[in-house]
């Protein structure tokens, strides 16, 4: 149904990949990975998390999870662009 891969360097992490089925993006558990995901973040010790996603993707559900577009590529690729995300953690 759905998956997500988190790498964690430098008191950082990344989402270097969030995917969830077409029939499962309603119920909620892209929110869930994601919470599992800064969840993991956080106990891996990281202050701060980041990812990207493309202007055809999901850049709406990113800031509805309280991420902050930093940055972006305009015509990357041909047509779309390319966005930037950051979410600081509360470690407490």
Do not use: C
């Not at 558990?29 to 599992?36: H, S, Y």
């Not at 701060?48 to 902050?68: C, D, M, V, W």
């Not at 690729?77 to 995300?85: C, E, I, L, M, N």
Request: hydrophobic content about 35%; cysteine-free; overall charge positive.
């Amino acid at each position: 149904m759905g998956g997500l891969i988190l790498q964690s360097y430098w008191q950082e992490s990344y989402v270097e990949l969030l995917w969830v089925a077409a029939r499962a993006r309603s119920a909620g558990l892209g929110r869930k990975l994601m919470q599992e995901a800064e969840r993991q973040a956080r106990q891996r010790g990281s202050r701060l998390i980041h990812l990207n996603t493309y202007s055809f993707q999901a850049p709406r559900f990113y800031e509805k999870q309280g991420y902050r577009r930093f940055g972006g590529i305009a015509g990357s690729p041909k047509g779309a662009s390319r966005h930037f995300y950051v979410k600081h953690l509360n470690n407490a």
